[in-house]
């Protein structure tokens, strides 16, 4: 069964960084585009970041550009996001997220859009407060 497990939240401070880790298990995370998506108190769930199956096309969001990096280690089943320069801002609970792009080029770009994902994760809390 396909599982999506996020981990490496937290409580850090202004200006602080965390690295978040979403691990699959279930599935070959090879064949899938995988994205970043936020949820704040009261807000709309939003899309943070994305990556495709290479690694080689990534999309942020305007208000992450420059602080935060997507990456993928398909060897090890894991997709990261390197937060830096943390605001108060970016506390929400994270979710990882993925669809199934197995018959597409490698390079076939992503997009953060919510309604193209299909499988989810439980989330992880990211709390940014001094």
């Known amino acids: 069964q396909l599982q999506l497990v996020e981990s490496g939240g937290g409580l850090v401070q202004p200006g602080g960084s965390l690295r978040l880790s979403c691990a699959a298990s279930?599935?070959?995370?090879?064949?899938?585009?995988i994205a970043w998506f936020r949820q704040a108190p009261g807000k709309e769930r939003e899309g943070v970041s994305c990556?495709?199956?290479?690694?080689?096309?990534?999309e942020y969001a305007d208000s992450v550009k420059g602080r935060f990096t997507i990456s993928r280690d398909n060897a090890k089943n894991t997709v990261y996001l390197q937060m830096n320069s943390l605001k108060p801002e970016d506390t929400a609970v994270y979710y990882c997220?993925?669809?199934?792009?197995?018959?597409?080029?490698?390079?076939?770009?992503?997009?953060?859009?919510?309604?193209?994902?299909?499988?989810w994760g439980q989330g992880t809390q990211v709390t940014v407060s001094s």
């Open positions: 997220a993925a669809v199934w792009r197995g018959s597409y080029d490698m390079h076939y770009p992503c997009a953060i859009t919510r309604a193209m994902y299909n499988d």
């Open positions: 279930g599935f070959t995370l090879n064949y899938y585009i």
């Open positions: 990556i495709s199956r290479s690694g080689a096309d990534t």
